[in-house]
Each structure stands twice: as structure tokens, then as C-alpha cells.
């Protein structure tokens, strides 16, 4: 992350990079737009879109009847032509009423039409969480996007990857599934004021470790980060590893840090069955035959909206150090850290929108 | 108003219930900021005549479909009102023992199916509702309520072609509030011409543009007996508005999106005020009496409700 | 016919149009029996005169937009005759290496955008295609041809609302030829009243009943006239028949689900045989033996070329 | 399989046993309707619906028009009053238009409206191959549906599993993503002429072995047998397992068979990455950890419609022995089988429909 080092950098929250960083490749290429409702709104998509109609015109900053199906082949079609559609989706969850679009059109054209045509285009889509989100507001759905070859999957955790992973998607040839999540908007880093690249495909050690690897997708990777303090407490150390990129997935440094402690936590968020984790599990057990493996994720239910339900739902820093302590420690007596943490973005996080 | 001297009984039943939401939702607004209800909240007020006139003319055991503004609806078709507060609050004694939160409301004795936080999904379930109806064939009608952006996901036009071709007993209302989020109809409608495209599905429909009750009541009853004769779905499209922000309990007038004059007109309008001016004070105020307790009780019945028990969690994933 | 004496370049264009996709379909059928030709085909024998008329009239730079039943329409705009039986044979010379087989057609350099096996999926893409050419604004517009059962999937309906609402430069040619697969309209649509649905959206439409080749060339003609002048979308519903089965290179008529006689009547009016009459024998003779030598080349240089390297199953995954 | 003792069982196709299913359960209970494009025209859905309209009349076996999403949603209002809806697809590829009403809705309503509705409803789903299906005609999504909680996922490979499944899946109170594959259409069983269910959840040793545990799903079963025919040639004994349904899935029937061979080869007939291989990996490594495992399916490309290259983009049962054989021996150098049997189905498969 050599630009980190740039003079001209700031902390910037999950928000205003992934608001930069559209703005910037809005300014350098005339064919990127951004598309979908109310992006143009005073509420500009929580403040990732703000601004940008006033900049760049209701042209290239597009409002959108409900209609999340044509929308996506429109975008599609827009690629085709040479432009840069970013659609953008306030849940994971409507990305359910563009499958068809963006499976059986956006994945395949390129292969399916012999290289005649490519399909530049990026769908962005937040995951929600707390706040009674519920049932139909809250899914993680990427693996299904992994399955499919032709797509491209990122699921940036802090603001420099924000930027970077969406500079580097709008620049992309093919259609990239850009993961974000409710919770990290209110979360800050340092970020470059320059344009800069995050390249997919490569893993991110964000702590070191040495008894366990644990793997954290999207919002679950702070809770990882803060399991793996938990854990320095009782005197485990535990590597946590970012994967930045879905697919293309990293699995080699993956598996080497595994191969290294000898023991694997995929904790994903989103359900665990047919799930990212498995699919980062099966790929390093197919590498090496570990001690220990294991999967954390939603619980095997709809999500409830009650938060005394919907606390039990979703794994934390406590569960996640439990079950890692399990792992590196399998004959002790299992261990419950009394301390949860709270953490910094849930006391900023205005719920509920 | 188009009815000059209502019925008593009815314009007691109607005020009844245009009141019993307004107050609700108003004491929905009034808890909110103390996060007791763990919900996104989007509240009906302004719009209640719709459900409120369409619902008076219903039988009890007709079926009744609504989005994720569905108090109104709800309670209009007769839904508990503890369960609903209790819902909302989460606890185990709501509607849906507290997994639904507002905007998945439900109530199968009153007649009241799912609600759903996914725009347009509620529509084909409706009519595959009046699908069984209809083989039922004991004279039961499905009314289906959704909003203007309800009416450009293609599902909407999908459904309505296969509800005309199966002549199925359905009620179709859309009300038309002028806004999806912030998101007015010139930036998503290409012309302001639903019922004219609807009845190119040979679907009879109905516009009401002033958000009258006894209008909207009138015109409902006259479809729903179309309906049960037998002459296949319904279409009506009520122009109203939304009072209050899109989600949450505050109003947003200061924004750009909409200007307040627009509030003052429906406000003028506004069908609980020209009811309970149609009322003698004392019919009126033992009505409003009789809700304030009864919103009282619900309330206190959420506030005094144990949370769902943990194991919850994993009970009704799978039907028996 | 709609136009007593057309001028002649244009009868010499549209007639060997019509007969070249005529004989190559029926060379397709004739060589299908003998397994080289692995992938589905779905013939248009018999509505090539709705893809000729449009595509006479449009510029060789507009975009053009079809269905997997495409074949008329890739050779209507000018695709490559090679290219499409090396792509049939699932040669590596053919215009997706290969990949794509009679369904997924393209051929850019002509303007042909990618067919589709899932009905209705290129709708939306073609007028994502017109979105980009308007910004473009040098004056093109893309032409969207599709089915009578592609306008039941619900993204007909947005894509018509998007398109009007944003007045894109875009074509619509619905070629209804009453059935889906062996799904007739009555079973299908609630009523028929396609053109009057699609006027609500502000869409201005054309509906022509007998598939006279020059009355279709006139109407898109004029339709193309008021687009480029910025007028916004158009839409043509051509009625027209399939006179050989859904997929695959026979007829069906001894099946119940349609009759001879239906066949026979748009067989009386066939173009082809029309716009033959309208030639001289010298004129035709020549076009035909033009044609004949043509498909045979084609032919020809489908047998003669290679497989695709192996390597190519891993080609154009993701662009670069 | 006590019901195949029977005295009134004859040899019957795939096609017939669907169709027999179905024919049976609508007799038993009026609730039970068949919906879908074409489900009632003289080709009746390769058979699998023939016979039905002119037994059932119209109303219960309905045409539809081309309106997937909606149909889907009526399909789940009509469950929601008590009826039990089957939804036919003539190909696979064509769920991704209903994933917003069987993901948002189908799954979710039991639990989202706390048990106070059913979805008992059965899409139906024919997989297609070769005859250049292609692209959009030839895609495995079993894996998306195995991943949400509130959908059940059956695929059946034989005509005996064919009728039970579909018994079972009618009588099911959830919605049930039924799974059938084109080239299993022409093979036959013995089939009891009395109704009978085949439970969902139990996996099916359809070929003992000691040397390594081939999991086969969906047609890659029928590949699975031929290989263990190969690999047994050169002295290699393979244990073949059919896990018949997905979600519920029998794992522990997996990886009790996969610890005692030591090896455990998952061939889906799907993408690997997330895939139903993924979870069975995945969930058998959690449990122990074997010395090999692997995946094999679709190629991480989009499928091709030339045979030449189709050819390269399914496992088979050479490539399957290969590699088997590699896992076995690893030392050993590569091994391919020089005969390439010829799968008795291939020969009776009528293409291209
Ligand atoms: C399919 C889908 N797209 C987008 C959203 C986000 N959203 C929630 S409410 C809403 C507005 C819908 O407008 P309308 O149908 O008119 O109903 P209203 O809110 O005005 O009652 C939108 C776009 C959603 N919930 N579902
Ligand atoms: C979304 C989808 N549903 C169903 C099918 C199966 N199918 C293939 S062609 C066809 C008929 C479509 O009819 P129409 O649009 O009128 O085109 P035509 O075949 O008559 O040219 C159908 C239903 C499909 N390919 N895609
Ligand atoms: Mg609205
Ligand atoms: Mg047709």
C-alpha cells in the first residue's frame, strides 16, 4: 500500500472514499455514470453519491423507476456501447431481482459472444444489519456471485480498500458484484487524495498470529479483529486475514498463513452452507490437511428482527474467540470472554435507514 | 364529499377506524426516539382513508395484502393491535413473535396476509392468494394494496395479465402517494397513465383523486360486488399522500425533494377531520376515548411482553 | 401490396434479402438431419419479411437487436453468411469461435448485438445500447426485434417505461406470431391489445397485420424518421407466422395445436413469392443463382474449417 | 428400499416415474395443481406432465405466459391458502427470473411471519447438456438455493428417487427446488406402481469401495458409476454415493464413508467455487481430516456450445478415474483409461430439446 505513504493523505470514513472515488473516475473517464434510485437524492445513498448530481448533471447521475431487472440489462447494454454503468442497490437483497440479468447476460456475454463484446459495469449493494433490518433487509448474498464464472466479486472492509477496490472496479472490463456493508460506512481510514488502485485477487494480513488463522469476510472481519484481541488475552494468537477480493480469491496466502498455524476460521457474513467460507475451506483442505477447520457465519435461519433474536444471529468478537479457542485449545473446557467489545462504528451507526 | 349524509353506523365505523390509525401511528412517532421499537418504521399517516375506505366494504374473511406501509391497512382490515405494538417492540407476543418487526406484519384470523419490505412481491402472492380463492369458489375476495413504485417492477404487469386471463376475484388499489423514497413520478413514470394501461388488460379500473373515504369506500363496494359476480379483477388508483418522512417518524418538509404547501393541501382535505366534523361531540368523543384506552393496553401489553425466548431463534425455519 | 410499383434497387434489395434468408434456412434444415449442425435451431422461414423491411430502412452503423430464433435478422443487417454456418457447425472460424451456436448470434462490425436464449433478457440490454447512442448523439438508433411471448416477461414493461421516460433512440418490432413454443395468445394474454398498452407509455405505435414486406419497410421507415429527429422510442407490432416447428428443422402441423390451413393462408401471401413476381426472370434468375453460390461457399467454408483449439474453453472468461 | 420388493414393480423411465408422481399425488389430494409454459401441449414437458391435462382439466394444469417472477408468487399465494403448487421449468437457467419470490418470499415466509403461513410448493428444474444448450441452457444453480435457509433441495438420479422425491416433494410443507437433469430423462429403474416417499436426507451407497469415496450429484452420478468401473480395472475400488437431496444432506452418511476410505471426491454437476462441492468438502473436513480431498465439475468457464470444447467443460467418467486414481496413487504417475464407456442414455438422449 505504497501510496499510503503519500503526503496528501486523510482520514476519510468508508463513505466519503467510496464517494471520492467515483467522483474521480467520473472526472477522468466521461463514460462512467452512476444509476439507480434515489442516487440522486438529498440523502445521496447514506453520502456516497452526494454531490454528484450537482457535479456531473441528472445525465450521468441517474434516478430510476423501480425496475432493478431492466435497469441491470440497460446497464448492461450501456457497457456494451463503451460506457461505465455503476448501479447501485441500498440492499443485497434486490440484487435477487437482477440475477437473471447479470447471470445469464452480464456474466456470460463475453465468453458467449466470442469476445465481441465486454460488459464494464459495477453493482454495488449494501448489506444492512440491526435497526429490526430483517428477514429481506439483511442478506449477504456474494457467494452465489462467486459461483458464477464471467463475475467479478470485492467486499472491501475500510475506507482505503473503498476507494481503491471501487477505482479499480469502475476500471474493470467485466461486471464486478461491489460488496459494502451498513456498518463500515461510519468507519475511517487513511486514504490518498490521489487516484489509486486496489488490485483484486490479493489477501490482506491485517494481524499477525501464529496459533490460528482466522479469515474475515466483509463486516465480520472487525469482528474478528476485535475476537482476535479477546484472544490475545488468554494467550492465543490469532493471524487475521482480509480477503479484499472474493473472486478473484487470494486462497494461496490463505493457505499458507493456515498451512503456518495449522488451523482455519472462515467467519463470513452471510449463511454458511454452499458459502464463501466453504469455498475458502475446501480450497485449503484441497492444498493441506489441517488440524482444524471451521466456518462461521449466519445462523442457519432467516434473520429475525427482534434484537434479542437477531443478536444470536450473526456471530461476534465473543462467539468468534470462543469457538477459536476451541480450536487451538480442543481439551480444555470451553472458554467465554466476559468482555464483548463494543464497537466504534455501532456507537456512530444511526440506525434505522 | 361525495356522500352527504352517511349512514350513521358506517361513518361511526369509518371515523372509528381513520382515528384508531391516525392515533396509532401517532403514538408509534411519539415512542419512537426512545429505540423501544427496534423497527424501521413507515407510517401511514395521510394515506389512511385508502385502506380505510376499501376495508370498511370487506367481509372478514376476505383476504387483505399490503406493503411495508402497512399499519394502516393492517388495522383497517381489523388486525390486533397488541400484536402489532408487540411486534413492533419485538417481543414475543407480536404478531409474528417478534421476527416481522413493521414491516412484515401479519394476522391470518383478521384476514391479513404477510406484508413484505421488498417493493411489487406482495402483488402475484395476492393473486396466487385469489388463484385458491377462486377454486375455492365460496365468494372470497383478495384485495391487493401497493404503492405508485409498486407499479414499475415488471412483476406488476405480469401479474395483472395473468389475474385478467384467469378472470381471478382480486381487487388491485394503488396508492398513488407521488413518491418512492425522495423520488417523484416525472423521474420514473414515463406519463401519468395507469389505469388507462391497466384496462388494456381488460381489468375495469377506477381513479379517485382526492383521497375521500366515502368515495373510495363507494367505488371499492361497487368492484368488490363486480367481483363476486364473477366479472374478474379490479383496479383502483387513489391519489394520497404521505405526511411524514418515507421511513421514521419525523416529517421532512425542510428538504428539496417536496414543499410543505402540498402537506397544507391534503391537510385541508384531510377525511379523519371532515368525519369527525359529520359526528356529534359526544359520539365523537367516546369513540377517541375508547381508542386512546385500547392504544393505551397495546401499548402497555408491548412494554409488559417478555422478549422471545433464545431458542426461537430456530424455530419455524421449516414447516412441519 | 401496400406500394404498386416499388423502385427497383429496392424490390432487387428486399427480394434477395427475403430469398437468401429463405434458402438458407432451408439448407440449414436440409443439412440438420445429418448431426453437423449440433445446437437447436429455430427457424424464421416464413417471417423474414418483418426482419427485411426494418433492416432495408436502417443505416449500416445502427445497432440491431434479436432473439435466438435470429437467423433472419443477423442476415437482414448484413451479418457475415460465413461466420454464421462456421458458428452453427461450432467451428472455430465461426463468429463467437464457436461459443455460441444458432441462439447467441453476433456480429458487430454489421451492428448484430449478441441473441439470447432467455427470452425477453435482450430487451433492456438493446435499450441500454440506445442509452449509450443517445449520449452519443451522432444520430443512431437501435432496432429491438423480439416475440409475442417475450412482451409477457415483466422487463418488457420496464424497459418500455425507461425507454420513454428518457426518450432513447430505439425501435421496437414485436414479431407476433401468436405462439410460444405451442402456447397460443388466448392462452397467454388477457387481451389483445399490445399496441394500445404500449401507447400508454408515450410510445407512438404501428401495427401491421398481413406481413407485406413494403408496408413493414414503410412504416419502420418513418418510424426511424421520428426517432433520429429525437421523437423518442417507436414501437411496430408485426403480425406474422412460423411455418416450421418451434425448434428444430421440420413442420408440425399434424400436432393439434395448430392447423394447416393457418400455414396455407400466409403461404398465399407469402413476400417471397410476391416480391418474386415483381421481378423480372432475368433479375431473379441472377439474384438466386447469387445466392445459391453464396450459402454454398458458406457452407463450404463451415465443412472445411478447424475445430477451436482446446485451449479456447478458457478464452474470454473475463475481458481484460 | 423395502417397497421395491413389491410385487407390482415394473422397469419404468425417469420420464414416467416423474409423470406417475405427479399423476398419483393430484389424485390423492385436489390441492395439488401443475403450472408452467407449456406444461400441457402435446410434448408435456418430454412427458414428464403428459396425459395430465386431459386427466385433471385445465385448471389444474395450467398453461402460463412467459412470467416467471410473477408465476413464482402465485405459485406461493396459492401455497400460503393451502395449495400445492408445482411449478415446472423447462430448464434450470430460467429460476434466476423467480430468485426474488423463492429467496425474499418462498424461503422466508414460514419464519418471517413466525409460522403463521406454509409455502408447501415444488419448482421443478430440468438441467440441460449437450446439443449446444450452451450458456443459458446448461446451468447447475442447486448450490444458490442450498445456501438459504427455508428452501429444500432434491436431485434425484434414478427413476425409483425420481417418483419418491416427487411424492415427497408435493407432500412437503416448504417450497422444494426439485432438480432433474435432461440426460437422466431416458434411463429406468424399478419403480413400485403404489405411491411411496423417499425421505429427504438420507444418502444412498450406490457402489461400495475401500479405496477413495466419489460423491456424485445430479447426472455426474451416472459418471461417477462408469469410473468406478475404470479405476476398478486397475485395481482401485471406489465407493460411490449419491447424496439424492442436497439441503437437508446427509453428511454424516458422506463422511463416515470418507473416513474409512481416507478420500473424499466430489463430482457436481455445477460450478465448483461455492458450489455443493464446497459444502460437502467442507462440512467432511470440519468433521476429519482426510489425506486427500478434492472437486470436480463444470469448468470455471461459461459453457460452450461446440461439442469440441463442451466436451472439455464437463467431468466424465475418464476424467473422474484420472483423477481418483491420482488421489489414490499420488505417486504414481498419471493415468488415463484408454476405453471411454459410452453411458446407455447418451445413445436413447434425442437432442436437441
Ligand atoms: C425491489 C425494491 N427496490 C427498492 C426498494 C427500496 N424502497 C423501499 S420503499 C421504496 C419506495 C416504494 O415506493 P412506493 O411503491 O410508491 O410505496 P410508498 O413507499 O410510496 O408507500 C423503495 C424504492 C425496495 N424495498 N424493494
Ligand atoms: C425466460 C424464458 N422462459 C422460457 C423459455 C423457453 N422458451 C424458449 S422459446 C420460447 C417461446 C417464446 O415465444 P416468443 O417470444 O413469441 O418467440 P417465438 O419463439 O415465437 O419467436 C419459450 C417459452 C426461455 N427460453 N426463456
Ligand atoms: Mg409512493
Ligand atoms: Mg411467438
Same mark, same amino acid.
Given at each position: 500500500?505504497?501510496?499510503?505513504?503519500?503526503?496528501?493523505?486523510?482520514?476519510?470514513?468508508?463513505?466519503?472514499?467510496?464517494?471520492?472515488?467515483?467522483?474521480?473516475?467520473?472526472?477522468?473517464?466521461?463514460?462512467?455514470?452512476?444509476?439507480?434510485?434515489?442516487?440522486?437524492?438529498?440523502?445521496?445513498?447514506?453520502?456516497?453519491?452526494?454531490?454528484?448530481?450537482?457535479?456531473?448533471?441528472?445525465?450521468?447521475?441517474?434516478?430510476?423507476?423501480?425496475?432493478?431487472?431492466?435497469?441491470?440489462?440497460?446497464?448492461?447494454?450501456?457497457?456494451?456501447?463503451?460506457?461505465?454503468?455503476?448501479?447501485?442497490?441500498?440492499?443485497?437483497?434486490?440484487?435477487?431481482?437482477?440475477?437473471?440479468?447479470?447471470?445469464?447476460?452480464?456474466?456470460?456475454?463475453?465468453?458467449?459472444?466470442?469476445?465481441?463484446?465486454?460488459?464494464?459495469?459495477?453493482?454495488?449493494?449494501?448489506?444492512?444489519?440491526?435497526?429490526?433490518?430483517?428477514?429481506?433487509?439483511?442478506?449477504?448474498?456474494?457467494?452465489?456471485?462467486?459461483?458464477?464464472?464471467?463475475?467479478?466479486?470485492?467486499?472491501?472492509?475500510?475506507?482505503?480498500?473503498?476507494?481503491?477496490?471501487?477505482?479499480?472496479?469502475?476500471?474493470?472490463?467485466?461486471?464486478?458484484?461491489?460488496?459494502?456493508?451498513?456498518?463500515?460506512?461510519?468507519?475511517?481510514?487513511?486514504?490518498?487524495?490521489?487516484?489509486?488502485?486496489?488490485?483484486?485477487?490479493?489477501?490482506?494480513?491485517?494481524?499477525?498470529?501464529?496459533?490460528?488463522?482466522?479469515?474475515?469476510?466483509?463486516?465480520?472481519?472487525?469482528?474478528?479483529?476485535?475476537?482476535?484481541?479477546?484472544?490475545?488475552?488468554?494467550?492465543? *494468537?490469532?493471524?487475521?486475514?482480509?480477503?479484499?477480493? +472474493?473472486?478473484? &480469491?487470494?486462497?494461496?496466502?490463505? /493457505? !499458507?498463513? %493456515?498451512? $503456518?498455524?495449522?488451523?482455519?476460521?472462515?467467519?463470513?457474513?452471510?449463511?454458511?452452507?454452499?458459502?464463501?467460507?466453504?469455498?475458502?475451506?475446501?480450497?485449503?483442505?484441497?492444498?493441506?490437511?489441517?488440524?482444524?477447520?471451521?466456518?462461521?457465519?449466519?445462523? *442457519?435461519?432467516?434473520?429475525?428482527?427482534?434484537?434479542? +433474536?437477531?443478536? &444470536?444471529?450473526?456471530?461476534?468478537? /465473543? !462467539?468468534? %474467540?470462543? $469457538?477459536?479457542?476451541?480450536?487451538?485449545?480442543?481439551?480444555?473446557?470451553?472458554?467465554?470472554?466476559?468482555?464483548?467489545?463494543?464497537?466504534?462504528?455501532?456507537?456512530?451507526?444511526?440506525?434505522?435507514? | 364529499?361525495?356522500?352527504?349524509?352517511?349512514?350513521?353506523?358506517?361513518?361511526?365505523?369509518?371515523?372509528?377506524?381513520?382515528?384508531?390509525?391516525?392515533?396509532?401511528?401517532?403514538?408509534?412517532?411519539?415512542?419512537?426516539?426512545?429505540?423501544?421499537?427496534?423497527?424501521?418504521?413507515?407510517?401511514?399517516?395521510?394515506?389512511?382513508?385508502?385502506?380505510?375506505?376499501?376495508?370498511?366494504?370487506?367481509?372478514?374473511?376476505?383476504?387483505?395484502?399490503?406493503?411495508?406501509?402497512?399499519?394502516?391497512?393492517?388495522?383497517?382490515?381489523?388486525?390486533?393491535?397488541?400484536?402489532?405494538?408487540?411486534?413492533?417492540?419485538?417481543?414475543?407476543?407480536?404478531?409474528?413473535?417478534?421476527?416481522?418487526?413493521?414491516?412484515?406484519?401479519?394476522?391470518?384470523?383478521?384476514?391479513?396476509?404477510?406484508?413484505?419490505?421488498?417493493?411489487?412481491?406482495?402483488?402475484?402472492?395476492?393473486?396466487?392468494?385469489?388463484?385458491?380463492?377462486?377454486?375455492?369458489?365460496?365468494?372470497?375476495?383478495?384485495?391487493?394494496?401497493?404503492?405508485?413504485?409498486?407499479?414499475?417492477?415488471?412483476?406488476?404487469?405480469?401479474?395483472?395479465?395473468?389475474?385478467?386471463?384467469?378472470?381471478?376475484?382480486?381487487?388491485?388499489?394503488?396508492?398513488?402517494?407521488?413518491?418512492?423514497?425522495?423520488?417523484?413520478?416525472?423521474?420514473?413514470?414515463?406519463?401519468?397513465?395507469?389505469?388507462?394501461?391497466?384496462?388494456?388488460?381488460?381489468?375495469?379500473?377506477?381513479?379517485?383523486?382526492?383521497?375521500?373515504?366515502?368515495?373510495?369506500?363507494?367505488?371499492?363496494?361497487?368492484?368488490?360486488?363486480?367481483?363476486?359476480?364473477?366479472?374478474?379483477?379490479?383496479?383502483?388508483?387513489?391519489?394520497?399522500?404521505?405526511?411524514?418522512?418515507?421511513?421514521?417518524?419525523?416529517?421532512?418538509?425542510?428538504?428539496?425533494?417536496?414543499?410543505?404547501?402540498?402537506?397544507?393541501?391534503?391537510?385541508?382535505?384531510?377525511?379523519?377531520?371532515?368525519?369527525?366534523?359529520?359526528?356529534?361531540?359526544?359520539?365523537?368523543?367516546?369513540?377517541?376515548?375508547?381508542?386512546?384506552?385500547?392504544?393505551?393496553?397495546?401499548?402497555?401489553?408491548?412494554?409488559?411482553?417478555?422478549?422471545?425466548?433464545?431458542?426461537?431463534?430456530?424455530?419455524?425455519?421449516?414447516?412441519?
Amino acid at each position: 500500500m505504497s501510496t499510503q505513504t503519500d503526503l496528501n493523505v486523510r482520514i476519510l470514513s468508508y463513505v466519503d472514499a467510496l464517494n471520492e472515488a467515483v467522483e474521480q473516475e467520473m472526472e477522468l473517464d466521461e463514460n462512467v455514470f452512476v444509476i439507480g434510485l434515489n442516487v440522486d437524492d438529498h440523502k445521496g445513498i447514506q453520502g456516497t453519491t452526494q454531490g454528484l448530481l450537482e457535479k456531473f448533471g441528472s445525465e450521468r447521475v441517474m434516478d430510476t423507476p423501480l425496475s432493478e431487472d431492466a435497469i441491470t440489462g440497460i446497464c448492461i447494454g450501456s457497457a456494451m456501447a463503451g460506457m461505465r454503468p455503476i448501479h447501485v442497490h441500498i440492499r443485497m437483497d434486490f440484487l435477487l431481482l437482477c440475477m437473471n440479468q447479470l447471470i445469464n447476460m452480464a456474466a456470460k456475454a463475453h465468453y458467449m459472444y466470442g469476445g465481441q463484446t465486454k460488459v464494464p459495469m459495477v453493482a454495488r449493494s449494501i448489506i444492512g444489519k440491526s435497526w429490526g433490518q430483517g428477514a429481506q433487509h439483511s442478506q449477504g448474498l456474494h457467494s452465489m456471485f462467486m459461483h458464477v464464472p464471467g463475475l467479478k466479486v470485492v467486499a472491501p472492509t475500510n475506507a482505503y480498500d473503498a476507494k481503491g477496490c471501487m477505482m479499480a472496479a469502475i476500471r474493470d472490463n467485466n461486471p464486478v458484484i461491489f460488496v459494502e456493508h451498513r456498518l463500515l460506512y461510519s468507519t475511517d481510514a487513511p486514504v490518498p487524495v490521489d487516484p489509486y488502485i486496489v488490485d483484486f485477487g490479493n489477501a490482506r494480513v491485517v494481524g499477525e498470529g501464529s496459533d490460528i488463522t482466522l479469515v474475515g469476510i466483509s463486516y465480520m472481519l472487525i469482528e474478528c479483529l476485535a475476537a482476535r484481541d479477546l484472544l490475545s488475552e488468554v494467550g492465543i *494468537s490469532a493471524e487475521v486475514i482480509d480477503p479484499v477480493s +472474493l473472486m478473484p &480469491l487470494d486462497i494461496d496466502s490463505i /493457505a !499458507s498463513s %493456515a498451512k $503456518r498455524t495449522g488451523k482455519l476460521l472462515v467467519v463470513d457474513n452471510a449463511w454458511t452452507t454452499a458459502g464463501a467460507g466453504a469455498e475458502i475451506v475446501a480450497a485449503v483442505c484441497e492444498q493441506a490437511s489441517l488440524s482444524s477447520v471451521g466456518r462461521m457465519g449466519y445462523a *442457519s435461519t432467516t434473520c429475525p428482527t427482534t434484537p434479542t +433474536l437477531e443478536k &444470536l444471529f450473526y456471530p461476534n468478537a /465473543a !462467539s468468534i %474467540a470462543t $469457538r477459536a479457542f476451541s480450536m487451538v485449545r480442543p481439551k480444555e473446557k470451553q472458554w467465554k470472554p466476559d468482555v464483548e467489545p463494543i464497537l466504534p462504528h455501532e456507537v456512530a451507526f444511526r440506525g434505522p435507514f | 364529499m361525495s356522500v352527504k349524509c352517511p349512514d350513521p353506523e358506517m361513518l361511526a365505523r369509518v371515523y372509528y377506524s381513520l382515528r384508531l390509525i391516525r392515533r396509532t401511528e401517532e403514538e408509534i412517532a411519539r415512542i419512537y426516539p426512545s429505540d423501544k421499537i427496534k423497527s424501521p418504521v413507515h407510517l401511514s399517516i395521510g394515506q389512511e382513508s385508502v385502506s380505510v375506505g376499501v376495508c370498511d366494504v370487506l367481509e372478514k374473511n376476505d383476504i387483505m395484502s399490503a406493503t411495508y406501509r402497512g399499519h394502516a391497512a393492517y388495522l383497517a382490515k381489523g388486525g390486533n393491535l397488541n400484536q402489532m405494538f408487540a411486534e413492533l417492540y419485538g417481543k414475543g407476543t407480536g404478531g409474528a413473535g417478534g421476527k416481522a418487526g413493521s414491516m412484515h406484519l401479519i394476522d391470518m384470523k383478521a384476514g391479513v396476509l404477510g406484508m413484505s419490505a421488498v417493493v411489487g412481491t406482495t402483488i402475484p402472492v395476492a393473486a396466487g392468494y385469489a388463484l385458491a380463492l377462486k377454486r375455492e369458489n365460496l365468494g372470497r375476495v383478495t384485495v391487493c394494496f401497493f404503492g405508485d413504485g409498486a407499479t414499475e417492477e415488471g412483476v406488476f404487469s405480469e401479474t395483472l395479465n395473468f389475474a385478467s386471463l384467469h378472470n381471478l376475484p382480486i381487487l388491485f388499489v394503488c396508492e398513488n402517494n407521488g413518491f418512492a423514497i425522495h423520488s417523484p413520478l416525472s423521474n420514473r413514470w414515463a406519463k401519468e397513465a395507469l389505469c388507462e394501461r391497466v384496462s388494456t388488460y381488460s381489468i375495469s379500473t377506477h381513479e379517485i383523486s382526492d383521497g375521500d373515504v366515502f368515495a373510495i369506500r363507494q367505488t371499492a363496494k361497487a368492484a368488490l360486488n363486480a367481483i363476486r359476480s364473477g366479472e374478474g379483477p379490479q383496479f383502483m388508483e387513489c391519489k394520497t399522500y404521505r405526511w411524514r418522512e418515507h421511513v421514521g417518524p419525523g416529517e421532512d418538509y425542510d428538504e428539496d425533494y417536496r414543499s410543505r404547501d402540498e402537506l397544507t393541501f391534503w391537510q385541508k382535505n384531510d377525511p379523519l377531520t371532515t368525519t369527525a366534523k359529520m359526528l356529534t361531540d359526544l359520539k365523537r368523543q367516546a369513540i377517541d376515548i375508547d381508542i386512546e384506552k385500547k392504544i393505551a393496553e397495546a401499548v402497555k401489553f408491548a412494554e409488559d411482553s417478555p422478549w422471545p425466548d433464545s431458542k426461537e431463534l430456530f424455530s419455524h425455519v421449516y414447516a412441519d
